[in-house]
């Protein structure tokens, strides 16, 4: 046969001389979580007269390949000779998978305040110093509730409900001076307010036609219409 057959030939039988296609399965997608980033790590170290402290936190993004499962995690905390330990952190569940897309959020938040106060006194019938230090810890527990209903790509509904637990404790060290020696360190509880409590619910209608630049939105327009309330043992006031 000539050049002009041969070529002709090998158009018509394109799969001849090829490997045998392999055999695939096909099975139904399951979203796995793997590490999309971590914030930069936060890391601080201090050394005085009055003792040491140590303090750090680090932010995680968790997701399935498809985006429809989305965890955040943030954790921070800190140590130090004059307050103790403190921990907190806040953790983010947002289900995208169907059209109703819904979440859940935790956060634990521990806020201290202290107040110092010196002077004189009598430690074992000598002049001495006393240094009194109060501690007022406020920690915040909070559940959240999320919901998000789409009508269109700019038009949707979007509810939260929300627990919120207030806790309140209070505690004075007390350090006795001799001659510039500590004689005696004691620590005991103060009477604290009780826990406080509340819950939230809202409900909102939005809709954003906004297209973003690098760092705002460039055109579009954006609206919201919320309603919501407030009720528990906490009182605004």
Same mark, same amino acid.
């Given at each position: 046969p000539s050049s002009t057959d041969l070529v002709d030939a090998y158009l018509a039988d394109a799969?001849?001389?090829?490997?045998?296609?392999?055999?695939?399965?096909i099975v139904a997608y399951r979203p796995h979580l793997g590490l999309d980033f971590v914030g930069a790590p936060m890391v601080g170290v201090g050394v005085g007269q009055y003792g040491f402290g140590l303090g750090g936190g680090v932010? $995680?993004?968790?997701?399935?390949?498809?985006?429809?499962? =989305? @965890? $955040?995690?943030?954790?921070?905390?800190?140590?130090?000779? =004059? @307050? $103790?330990?403190t921990f907190g952190g806040a953790v983010t569940y947002l289900n995208q998978a169907g059209r109703l897309n819904w979440g859940v959020?935790?956060?634990?938040?521990?806020?201290i305040s202290?107040?110092?106060?010196?002077?004189?006194?009598t430690v074992n019938g000598a002049p001495g110093d006393v240094v009194q230090q109060e501690l007022d810890k406020i920690t915040v527990d909070q559940g959240q509730l999320?919901?998000?209903?789409?009508?269109?790509?700019?038009?949707?509904?979007e509810a939260t409900g929300t627990y919120t637990r207030l806790g309140f404790s209070r505690t004075l060290e007390q350090v006795l001076l001799s001659g510039g020696t500590v004689v005696?360190?004691?620590?005991q509880s103060l009477p604290s307010p009780a826990s406080q409590s509340f819950e939230e619910a809202a409900l909102a209608y939005v809709g954003d036609t906004s297209s973003f630049g690098f760092t705002s939105p460039m055109t579009g327009t954006r609206y919201r219409l919320e309603g919501g309330t407030t009720f528990g043992t906490f009182r605004y006031g």
């Open positions: 799969r001849t001389g090829l490997p045998a296609a392999p055999s695939r399965e932010t $995680g993004y968790f997701s399935d390949i498809l985006g429809k499962h =989305q @965890v $955040g995690v943030t954790l921070q905390g800190g140590t130090s000779s =004059q @307050v $103790g330990s959020s935790l956060v634990h938040v521990p806020f202290a107040a110092i106060a010196a002077g004189t006194t999320i919901g998000s209903y789409p009508l269109s790509l700019t038009r949707r509904f005696s360190d004691t620590t």
